[in-house]
């Protein structure tokens, strides 16, 4: 199933010559002939009768996947999260708890409704949100808790569920960066009020852009299929007739189809970015430095490789990633703690949050990687540590 493409060109503008190594880039999507061959039906034949085919499909597959009664898919990850906060009811004075460290899309669903994100410190090791900090911001207007699971890694979902229910929140997960992580037996995004992924070109899964909602509550999954189909009710007898000011984050039909490909393999794809995590904790051992954790009785998807230098250890992040771009490696920082940015100024700063992010970086984790570039990514930051 999927034998790989031919090689492509390479990109527009980039200097290639004999001496320079190949790029390597932060991430790019596993794109086999069974994508081509069903974006290609898509393409040709899913249209009229058959314009919602991969659509309903590729629900089925993630539903499948996941264990969970319902899924919506999305334009984007970020939608699925604004379309499951709407449907919650969340809006102008409520409060939504979420770690300080995360990117922005995570955030800007709260502030669209007209709610106020409330940021808290994260966990040093897990650099997810610290449920005894969740527990000290919770006010009476707090409506939910989101729970980003960073880069893979888990949030401490018993003890943030025993949160929400002793103070009557929701307990809702963007799981965008979690597909493959498993806390106890059950999946990331399953375990939530609802949960979000995304399937931007960057993550473990891609349709290119597109993103899913998913939930077990079936009401809640009537109240967001209605807000994404611009607000008009399954069933409704009239024609454009919508109950209320709906939202328009609808994936394609030809988004869906490569997504439906993506779902066949996707226990291929996971155990591809499981097997570059794996090279890099064998190959960086010994060194001062801290990868995604993988505590007892989880499992981590791995989405994204990341290493946080031990505090006093003497790391130059920016001078690591000038040496990656002289080898022609992509590097990414860390995402900056979201009260650093200039939208979210008046929020207190946070001490974990503030420390881990300029000692941290992402190192370049495509599914089918190869171990010689892999050892040019560890050689370089052997280096950085004056082990090289
Ligand atoms: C990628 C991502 C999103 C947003 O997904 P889009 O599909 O890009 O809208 C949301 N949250 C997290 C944690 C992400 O990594």
Known sequence: ???????????????????????????????TELEVRYAADAAANGWGEHCYDYILRFEQQFREHLGSRHAIAASSGTGAIELGLAGLGIGPGDEVILGDINWIASAAPIVHLGASPVLVDVRPDTWCLDPAAVEAAITPRTRAILAVHLYGNLCD????????????????EDAAEAIGSVWHGRRAGSMGAFGAFSFHGTKTVTT??????????????????????????????????????????????????????????IDTLVAGKRRVFEYYRNALAGLPLALNPEPAGTRNGYWMPTLVADPGSGFDRQRLLGRFAEENIDGRVFFWPLSSLPMFAGQPRHAISDSLSGRALNLPSY?????????????LVREAFGDG
Not at 223 to 242: C, K
């Open 367 to 379: 599914h089918d990687l190869s171990s010689a570039d892999m050892d040019r990514v560890v050689r």
């Open 208 to 265: 290119g852009e597109g993103g899913v909602f998913v939930t077990d509550d079936d009401a809640l999954y009537e109240r967001v299929l209605t807000l994404s189909n611009h607000g008009r009710a399954r069933g409704e007898a009239r024609q454009f007739w919508p109950e209320r000011i709906g939202f328009k984050f609808k994936m394609s039909n030809l988004q869906a189809a490569i997504g439906c490909a993506q779902l066949e393999r």
């Open 1 to 31: 199933m999927g034998r790989p493409l031919r090689r492509g060109r390479a990109p527009h503008g980039a200097v290639v010559n004999a001496t320079t190594p190949g790029r390597i880039f932060y991430t790019k999507p596993s794109i």
């Open 157 to 172: 979902m018993d003890a943030l569920s025993a949160i929400a229910q002793r103070h009557g929140l929701a307990l809702v």
